[in-house]
């Protein structure tokens, strides 16, 4: 029977890569190259019910990873002997206090729900949630997208994470490692948590041989695929789902939200760099937004963009053409001319004429298009887009 690739959920950038086979007419879905990461969630939660002794596990990766996917599936399997609480931060400009503790005070209420109603100090809270966590069963307790939360609530989670071993509990947190810039405040919170009941759990992406079964059905080229997303889940599966070699629009609703955060001279950053195939470089990035070198730590830190040895690129190409797709056309058509004066007279070697091919196409520019032809056929190739 054949294994359909299911939409993304409601969280959108996180949501699960899924494979239903035979199995899902018993509803049951196979996360997929998930399994080792199961196995040991499943493994740490057995020793919390039998030792009574907690541990604090952090679930990192980037947007998209599968991080909500693959906690949905612990905690569906984790029987009923097991209380599972989840709680989520959410990415507002001012986060209420404790803002992702109000869930879980609601659904246990008694002492934790007047502390977090009642602005508790973040040390009453800590105290509050270990005593509840002591009294109940074997507890999971989910605090996803940590990378948002207040700083009452980092509090709370450094205060229970040195005392976690006191109490029957799977702490699992999740975080977009890439947002974690180095003065992140849940950065020193993870420097300061010791180190001997604590574990770090990184999702990867998946693997080339994965994208390929996935998109064994599609008309989609699997390679190309798998080189455009990098093996990220949610651009895997939201391509496949939109069926063509186009952005997929929930892909562009996703980029474009993160972009919109931003600062203004990041965002402008950002439409520099989106009209650069592959990667640009610092000289040239200056050349085409001058704020670029202010920027750059926002952009980064924001993890939409990644520097590598020789420049400066858009973490995954997807959400390079979003973004270079939402520009306006004269917009695009100035950062092209910008571009093109740059590598005419590059501060580093020789002009690269596939490159101002590119940007002269690009721009419209058929005088620098004309003067480039002789060195043609390569061109395009090298500084075109992707099919």
Known sequence: MARIVERAGARGEDAPVQLSGQAASVGTVELLERSEELTLLREWMAAVSEQSKGRLVFVCGEAGIGKT???????????ESVRVLWASCDPLFTPRPLGPLLDIARETAGELRDQVDGGGKPHDVASALLRELESAKPTVLVLEDLHWADEATLDVVRLVGRRVDSVPVLLTASYRGEQLHRAHPLRIVLGELPSTSVTRLELAGLSREAVVSLARWSA????ELYARTEGNPFFVTEALAADTELVPATVRDAALARVARLGASARGLLDAVAVVPQRAEVWLLEALAPSAREALDECVSSGILRT???GIAFRHELARLAVEESLTP?????LHRRAIAALAEPAIGPPDFARLAHHAEAAGDRRVGSSLRPHGSGARGLGGRSP
């Open 69 to 79: 996917a693959l906690l949905r599936r612990f905690c569906a399997g984790a029987g």
């Open 220 to 223: 989609l080229d699997a390679d």
């Open 308 to 310: 590598e040895a020789n």
């Open 330 to 334: 004269d917009l695009a058509a100035v």
